[in-house]
């Protein structure tokens, strides 16, 4: 992984959610509102409500447990995420070069994605960042050609630099979800669950995974003459470090696509989410505040 000199490169991107974030999205899911989980929990409203709200309360470890508990969310995670100090993995074993491209989104990044043979000037392209300025900052100098691009969903922060992508290198095939967003940017090839596509030496399988949106997918990338490397998962909005995307569509479709990715990848997968830092199947499933029991061992 790398960058040429002179290039923005943020290298150790934060998380994309705080605990606050997980509580807020995890009471959202329950389906309970914040009195009744504090109730269940044996703790203040108030005391939730600070946290959700980015104040300086802090919960000790019994705390943490009980609400963990009420919120059916993995206690190792939801006590690192307390304690800012969630476990990030070491990232090896890829046999191509993977180049982040993370762009300031907010007060954290929003990540495109490179991948190519490291002795080539080609590569593969995973969404395409907020937008034309922020994507070219962060480019690698050494990539010069785009054979196909992949869109994980339709947000702006994740194909805000499609038409400038189109511009440089026309003709470039654009491969995404099915979905109305989708079908509205003209020339976009929808791909079904189970697709796959095969280009400069990679082979990119599709995941249909909604939830976070209706049209929703993660990319399996492995290289096919080099079995024994670590694949690498583009997830896209469905899942970061440490914790999950927001389900905007539809939560038990959320939560069964992230079930379903734990369920068929292999622990050295390496995790490369739409925001926030790398990180692989074993870490999350030992981690993950949302993670299932069955999972987290």
């Given amino acids: 992984m790398g960058h040429g000199e002179g290039e923005m490169v943020i290298e150790r991107p934060p998380l994309e959610d705080e605990l606050g974030d997980v509580l807020d999205k995890a009471i959202r899911m329950s389906g309970r ?3 009744e989980v504090a109730t269940a929990a044996d703790l203040a409203e108030d005391r939730i409500r600070n946290i959700i709200d980015y104040g300086d309360e802090h919960l000790d470890a019994g705390e943490l447990n009980r609400l963990a508990g009420v919120l059916g969310l993995n206690p190792r995670g939801v006590t690192a995420l307390a304690s800012e ?3 990030l993995p070491q990232i090896s074993g890829l046999p191509f070069c993977l180049y982040p491209l993370r762009m300031p989104h907010g007060i954290g990044v ?4 490179l991948v190519a043979d490291c002795s080539s000037d080609e590569a ?5 960042g907020t937008g034309e300025e922020a994507l070219w900052r962060v480019w690698p100098r050494k990539i010069k050609r785009v054979a196909a691009v992949f869109i994980t969903h339709c947000e702006t922060e994740h194909c805000g630099g499609l038409a400038a992508v189109r511009r440089r290198y026309p003709g470039v095939p654009v491969f995404g979800p099915a979905g109305a ?4 940017r003209e020339g976009i090839v929808a791909l079904s669950d189970g697709a796959r596509v095969d280009e400069c030496g990679f082979a990119v399988e599709v995941r249909s995974t ?8 993660c990319y399996l990338v492995h290289a096919p003459d080099a079995p024994q490397g670590a694949p690498l998962v583009v997830t896209g909005d469905l899942l970061f470090a440490g914790s999950i995307g927001g389900a905007y569509y539809c939560q038990k479709r959320l939560r069964r696509s992230v079930d379903d990715l734990f369920h068929d990848m292999e622990e050295d997968t390496v995790l490369a989410p739409g925001h926030g830092p790398l990180t692989t199947i074993k870490n999350e499933r ?6 299932s029991e069955k999972w987290s061992g």
């Avoid at 593969?124 to 395409?128: E, G, K, N, P, R």
């Avoid at 967003?181 to 509205?184: D, G, I, P, Q």
């Fill in 33 to 35: 509102t914040e009195a």
């Fill in 85 to 87: 100090r969630y476990p």
């Fill in 110 to 113: 929003a990540n495109a994605y």
């Fill in 124 to 128: 593969l392209l995973f969404d395409t």
């Fill in 181 to 184: 967003a989708l079908r509205a």
């Fill in 210 to 217: 909604p939830g976070h949106a209706e049209g929703h997918h």
């Fill in 286 to 291: 030992t981690y993950n505040p949302f993670v």
